[in-house]
């Protein structure tokens, strides 16, 4: 037999979760954050967390003609956030440089890896990166190309399994060997350099002259700041190589060409990739 007094807790507690229930139905239904809300505010995208994650921005299509502003609204902390001054353990940032950071070209404070290649001096003298140079689409799923029926396929190129970006269309482009056998160099660049005046243009001011002819490079300033020091040139071309292999340029026909291709060549294409091919009236 029930007392009274359970009776009422029972009663009691039913109206405890009704009102819960309420308010958490309440909580749900908020309207969604805007996109203008989203670009005014402090980052907080409550429950729409996963709405933005799957934003189209982020895929094919979208993302081709996604500004860096509009990438930037929402992820504000990629040019914001710095390097810790001293690490957990105690190492100052200040004094460890790695090895990629050697180079007479190399200033400034250590920088974040976002910062490097779109803010700082080097960046905005010698390249115009956007974000969708290096992201042309992500999977939040899987992370892998072809993962779901709605996800971008298998045969994609825009991104490689467990990366954000594809590293050989983006990063190996300034970040390869330098191919010294095509050159006809003897040895490696920083052993042969003094041979050649420890100038790439000693060669190159006759040779593959039709060069970085591209959006996300500014050629001009390249040729000015590579004529009076040749890291500047060799950074790009094997003097920060992440990598053992070097990245097959597309070999422009250029004035004074020897009409054979050579057989390393023969598989060459003989334009930039077409997403970042200027239009021929704007090329120098
Ligand atoms: C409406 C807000 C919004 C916009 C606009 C947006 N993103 Fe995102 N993005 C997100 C959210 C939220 C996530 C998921 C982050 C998480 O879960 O850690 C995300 C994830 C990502 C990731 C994967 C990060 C990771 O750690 O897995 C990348 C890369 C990315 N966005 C790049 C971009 C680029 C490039 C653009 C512009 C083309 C862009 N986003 C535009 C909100 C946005
Ligand atoms: C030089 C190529 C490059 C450019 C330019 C670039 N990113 Fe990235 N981004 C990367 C790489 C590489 C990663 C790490 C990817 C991974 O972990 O698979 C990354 C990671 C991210 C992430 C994940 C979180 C993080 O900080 O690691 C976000 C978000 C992101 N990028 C957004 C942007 C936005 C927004 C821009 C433009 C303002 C941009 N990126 C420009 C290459 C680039
Ligand atoms: C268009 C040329 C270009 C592309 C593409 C490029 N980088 Fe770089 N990268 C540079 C230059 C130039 C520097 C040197 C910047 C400096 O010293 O200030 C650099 C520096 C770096 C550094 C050193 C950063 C530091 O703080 O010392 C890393 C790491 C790096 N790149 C990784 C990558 C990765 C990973 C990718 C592909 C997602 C990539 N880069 C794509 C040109 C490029
Ligand atoms: C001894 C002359 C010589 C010097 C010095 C030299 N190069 Fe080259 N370079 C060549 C020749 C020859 C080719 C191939 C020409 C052709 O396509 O037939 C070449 C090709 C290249 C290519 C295209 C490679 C490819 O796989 O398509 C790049 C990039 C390049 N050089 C950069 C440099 C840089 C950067 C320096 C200085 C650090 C430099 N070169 C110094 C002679 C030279
Ligand atoms: C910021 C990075 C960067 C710097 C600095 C740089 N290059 Fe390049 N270079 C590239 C990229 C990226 C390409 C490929 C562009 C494309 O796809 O057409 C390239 C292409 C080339 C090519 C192949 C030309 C062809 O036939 O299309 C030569 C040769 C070359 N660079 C020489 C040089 C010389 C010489 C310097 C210094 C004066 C130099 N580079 C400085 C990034 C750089």
């Not at 229930?21 to 967390?49: C, E, I, M, S, W």
């Not at 070097?246 to 057989?263: D, K, T």
Request: glycine content about 6%.
């Amino acid at each position: 037999m029930e007392s009274p007094k359970t009776g009422i807790l029972i009663l009691a507690l039913v109206a405890v979760a009704t009102a819960v229930g309420a308010y958490l139905g309440l909580q749900v239904r908020q309207p969604p954050q805007t996109a203008k809300a989203v670009a005014q505010g402090p980052v907080n995208f409550g429950k729409d967390h996963l709405r933005a994650t799957y934003d189209p921005i982020h895929f094919k299509p979208a993302i081709e003609q996604a500004t860096d502003a509009q990438c930037l609204a929402c992820h504000r902390e990629v040019l914001e956030d710095k390097v810790r001054e001293t690490s957990p353990a105690g190492i100052k940032a200040a004094s460890s440089k790695a090895w990629y950071q050697q180079l007479s070209t190399y200033t400034g404070e250590q920088e974040t890896f976002h910062r490097r290649h779109l803010v700082t001096p080097m960046a905005k003298e010698l390249m115009n990166l956007s974000c969708t140079t290096c992201h042309q689409g992500s999977d939040p799923r899987e992370e892998a190309p072809g993962s779901s029926a709605t996800a971008m396929p298998q045969s994609t190129d825009a991104f490689t399994l467990r990366k954000q970006v594809n590293p050989e269309t983006t990063c190996l482009k300034c970040h390869g060997r330098m191919n010294v056998q095509v050159m006809g160099l003897p040895s490696p660049w920083p052993e042969s350099k003094e041979m050649f005046g420890d100038s790439c243009l000693t060669c190159h001011a006759a040779i593959r002259t039709n060069r970085h002819q591209v959006s996300y490079l500014k050629a001009e300033a390249i040729e000015a700041a590579g004529a009076k020091n040749a890291d500047t040139c060799y950074g790009c071309h094997g003097g920060r190589s992440w990598y053992r292999i070097n990245y097959p340029y597309p070999r422009h026909a250029w004035a004074g060409m020897p009409p054979e291709v050579p057989e390393w060549a023969k598989d060459r294409p003989t334009e930039s990739e077409a997403r970042f091919q200027l239009p021929v009236a704007t090329r120098k």
